[in-house]
Every structure is written in structure tokens, then in C-alpha cells.
């Protein structure tokens, strides 16, 4: 990461609610929004009257690729993918039911710590972590000193973002279900992330 002169702030949010082919199964396909997707859209959007977005930038998955172009097209600025802010893979697990216990075993090692764990066919904790890292920093090194929305995945979000933040405490890791369309505001230089606000919970039934 080049040296920043001010922080970047990334306005960092789960994609708008979707649809799945195969609804309730594991998955790494990106689906698509639901009409209650966009309109979660439209509600950020009008969250954000009064600030000065530079750009839109997302996941390379379906989900969130819409929400970042209805979004971009709303505010007037560009929409752009990134790889690296996809959801963690399902890998071999696709296609089991999404209660399935052996992914959430597997996301449970990762918030306790074990980044050596991963599904089967899939990434481990440290390939995830440092892959999300790199993405946030490109868009950072882009945006010093201005303010972008990007549009990720709930779970990625939850491990990541309290893990890197140089401010991150116990209870924020603990709040890891995110609601759809509902920003963590993080500002990005160069010595390190800072959590402005989060918007977890711990409570299942807000996603």
C-alpha cells in the first residue's frame, strides 16, 4: 500500500438482499436482487444525501455488481468490480443445505482465530484475509482523501473488517450478522484501518 497522505473512507456494506436459483443451498454462484434488494439500494442511497461518494465499487458477484450499479447510477458516479471482495467459497459444499454445520464450523474457527481452517475445495482463513486486504487497499491507494461506497458480502465483512481495524474490540467481532444495505464506514491510510462505525449485531434475524 502506497503511502497516504489522508485516509480514504470506504462506506463498506452487504449487497442489497437476492435471489438463488437453488434457495437455501450453499452456494458460491452471485444470484441476483429481489425487488426488496433494490429498494434497500434506494434507501442507502438517500442515506448518503450530503456526501461526496467518488465511486461505487464492488464484489465481482452478481449481488453485488447490481448493487453497485443501480447505486453508481443513482449518485451520478462510476461503478467499478474488484476481485477480492467476493464472499468466502463453499467450495466442495455447494449444493448441501445452507444449515449444513460443517461451513459454519468453519467460519466459527476463523472468528476464534484459526485461519488454517477452510472448507474443503475451498480458501483458508489466511488466503481469505489477505485477499480482502489487498482489494480494500487498491481501492484506499485510489481514493485518498475521498469517500467510496463498496458493496461486499456479510461474511467476508464480519471477519475481516474488526480483525484489520486497529481499533476493533471483542464485542464488534461478535456483532458479525450485517444487515442488507447498512454501511460499516472505514477510513483507510497508512497506518492502518480505523472502524468508524459498524453495523452489526448479534442478533440472526437482522440478515
Avoid: K
Avoid at 28 to 41: E, I, K, T
Avoid at 62 to 70: F, G, I, Q
Avoid at 71 to 100: C, I, N, T, W
Avoid at 183 to 196: C, I, K, Q, S, Y
Amino acid at each position: 500500500m502506497s503511502d497516504l497522505q489522508c485516509p480514504a473512507t470506504l462506506l463498506v456494506s452487504r449487497h442489497g438482499d437476492a435471489e438463488y436459483a437453488r434457495p437455501g443451498i450453499l452456494s458460491d454462484d452471485g444470484g441476483w436482487l429481489s425487488d426488496a434488494g433494490r429498494q434497500q439500494v434506494h434507501e442507502l442511497v438517500e442515506s448518503l444525501c450530503g456526501v461526496r461518494v467518488a465511486a461505487v465499487w464492488s464484489s465481482t458477484m452478481d449481488r453485488a455488481v447490481e448493487s453497485a450499479v443501480l447505486a453508481a447510477d443513482l449518485l451520478g458516479v462510476p461503478a467499478r468490480s474488484l476481485d477480492g471482495l467476493q464472499e468466502f467459497s463453499v467450495g466442495e459444499l455447494a449444493g448441501v443445505s445452507y444449515h449444513d454445520p460443517r461451513a459454519q464450523a468453519v467460519f466459527d474457527r476463523w472468528l476464534l482465530g484459526d485461519l488454517d481452517a477452510g472448507c474443503p475445495g475451498g480458501e483458508d482463513g489466511h488466503t481469505l484475509v489477505t485477499r480482502y486486504r489487498e482489494a480494500v487497499e487498491t481501492i484506499a491507494d485510489q481514493h485518498r482523501g475521498e469517500t467510496v461506497l463498496v458493496f461486499s458480502h456479510g461474511g467476508v465483512m464480519s471477519l475481516v473488517l474488526p480483525r484489520l481495524a486497529l481499533n476493533s474490540r471483542d464485542d464488534l467481532a461478535a456483532q458479525r450478522f450485517l444487515p442488507n444495505c447498512v454501511p460499516a464506514e472505514l477510513a483507510v491510510d497508512a497506518d492502518g484501518w480505523l472502524l468508524r462505525s459498524w453495523p452489526g449485531s448479534t442478533d440472526p434475524g437482522v440478515v
